[in-house]
């Protein structure tokens, strides 16, 4: 099997991933809004939870940066929906991120490179940020206190770190202990009376991607 060449139009395809196929879809930009040379890829949160790359907040993501001009794409992380292999802690599941990310790079010479995630999907993105070196990272309620976050060396790029107040599965003050404690460069949107998955405020988060990453995104060609 050998991973596709990059598609022309929106759907689903499978890459080569190290543990067997990934199954991934490319959305392009909205119609109404000009290409930039730019792909984001979104991950999704923890599989073992029923997280998946359908996940709502995913693809809320992914919709504010088509919106902007991007290029989206999302993935299943191994053993996930129609992805080969087994879960795997979060190790596996960075080789799936960083298999993506070099198939994109491969297709697409040029273009900047945004990493997002949500959740166990911020954890994988950032935990591979310092061998991936993405043009910007969106983490999304990003889950310190839940796994590793120590080793993580923060990224060395724009970084947007989203999290809501009323958080019931990370806990926020966890989140900020942690920015604050590695001094880290982020910018940082707290969503009062926000919950993890973003009930009644999926609008809300289309806003806060849209407004935290807009200056920093290429020239159209």
């Known amino acids: ?5 990059f598609p022309t139009q929106s759907g689903p395809l499978t890459l080569v991933g190290p543990a067997g196929a990934l199954e991934a879809a490319i959305d392009l930009p909205d119609a109404d809004v000009p290409a930039l040379p730019l792909v984001a890829v979104v991950c999704h949160p923890l599989p073992t939870e029923g997280g998946t790359m359908h996940n709502k907040v995913v693809t809320m ?5 088509r919106e902007l001009g991007a290029t989206t794409l999302r993935f299943s992380f191994r053993g996930t929906g129609a992805s080969e292999g087994r879960f795997d802690q979060g190790n596996g599941e960075t080789d799936d991120l960083a298999a993506v990310v070099d198939w994109v790079r491969r297709e697409r010479p040029g273009h900047a490179l945004w990493l ?10 950032l935990r591979a940020s310092d061998m991936l070196k993405p043009d910007l990272l969106v983490s999304i309620a990003p889950p310190a206190g839940r796994w590793d976050f120590d080793r993580i060396v923060l990224p060395d790029c724009p970084w ?3 999290q809501g107040e009323a958080d019931e599965i990370v806990d926020p003050e966890a989140v900020y202990q942690w920015l604050e404690d590695r001094d880290a460069q982020a910018e940082l949107v707290r969503m009062p009376d926000t919950s993890h ?18 200056r920093h995104l290429p020239e159209p060609r």
């Open 197 to 214: 998955f973003f009930h009644r405020r999926l609008i809300d988060l289309r806003g806060a991607v849209k407004n935290g990453v807009r």
């Open 61 to 65: 993501v992914a919709r504010a940066l």
């Open 1 to 5: 099997m050998t991973s596709p060449t």
């Open 116 to 125: 997002a995630g949500f959740s166990f999907g911020a954890y994988v993105s």
């Open 160 to 162: 947007l770190v989203i």
